[in-house]
């Protein structure tokens, strides 16, 4: 299921590659499924009735001034990968952007949030036994401070991810480094969200008078929405993710800024509200 949002003149569609309910262990240490069914407005989007997380691996797709950019590039084919479903996929991604006009040739930016396994993996593909630049003619926009850490890290829990993932398109000259604030258009830039890895970034959108931010992973879970403090299992430094999920929080509450989640099932995009002394989100 695709799903389609207009902020002023700025398009962003959804394109799914893995969509599944998810054990709450496998994100969160120390939270039960008991504690899901507290949150009663988690029901029936985010969480099912026997106390699974539902959790989308999806891509989104901006059309920004002429300029076509993917955020994120989920998990891709053909990779050895250390988690059910992740691994040796042999989906129809690049099937469903194409009829999206994103076809391969045609994509300007490919933005990564992260250098996690669930958002590099279409960065390459397997061509005569060799990873290559899946998308030949764009840049590939790395925070430099992330790219510094995981220049001289491996994913082991997960696989070879920087070595077929991202090295091949630094070696290709395809990336570009940039600051944690840069622009890609007049009306799409980021936004540092650090914690959750050292560089993370989210992606704000602005035009016309509307508003939308891609959270990346500074939140996995709308539950976090309730309880920042649940910092997730992968969170490089889980104070500073708590810390920037608090501040991006206060800072999006109440507002008419279209929230649209990296890893959130259908519907995806909600807003913000305050709810006591946490926050709730308001799906459209």
């Known amino acids: 299921m695709q799903l389609r949002w207009k902020i002023g003149n700025v398009s962003i569609t959804r394109v799914v590659e893995h969509e ?5 262990r496998f994100m969160f240490d120390g939270v039960t499924k008991a504690d899901l069914h507290a949150i009663d407005w988690l029901k029936p989007h985010f969480v099912t009735d026997d106390g699974y997380m539902l959790f989308s691996i999806h891509a989104l797709l901006i059309e920004s001034e002429g300029r076509r950019i993917i955020v994120d590039t989920c998990l891709g084919n053909d990779k050895e990968r250390r988690v059910d479903g992740w691994g040796m996929r ?34 390459t593909m397997l061509v005569d036994g060799r990873w290559v630049p899946t998308f030949p003619n764009a840049e590939y926009l790395f925070a430099r401070e992330e790219w510094a850490y995981w220049s001289e890290h491996e994913q082991e829990e997960f696989g070879t991810v920087v070595e077929d993932s991202v090295r091949p398109i630094v070696d290709a000259g395809l990336a570009r480094l ?45 539950c976090q929405m309730v309880h920042p403090e649940w910092a997730a299992n992968a969170d490089y430094d889980k104070q500073q993710s708590t810390a920037t999920r608090r501040a991006f929080y206060a800072r999006y509450a109440d507002s008419p800024v279209l929230v649209i989640g990296t890893h959130f099932a259908t519907p995806t995009a909600g807003r913000l509200v305050r709810d006591g002394d946490a926050y709730r989100f308001d799906v459209d």
Do not use: K, Y
């Not at 490919?110 to 669930?118: E, G, K, N, Q, Y």
């Not at 600051?179 to 936004?191: A, D, G, I, K, Q």
């Open 20 to 24: 599944a309910p998810t054990s709450v």
């Open 90 to 123: 042999n989906g129809p991604f690049l099937d469903d952007i194409a009829r999206e006009g994103f076809a391969r040739e045609r994509v300007d930016a490919v933005l990564c949030t992260h250098l996690h396994v669930d958002h590099v993996g279409w960065n």
């Open 178 to 222: 940039v600051e944690p604030n840069h622009r890609l258009t007049s009306e799409v830039w980021l936004e540092p969200t650090p914690g959750h890895t050292p560089g993370h970034v989210s992606v704000r959108i602005s035009s016309q008078g509307e508003e939308a931010v891609i959270t990346g992973d500074m939140t996995h879970h709308p």
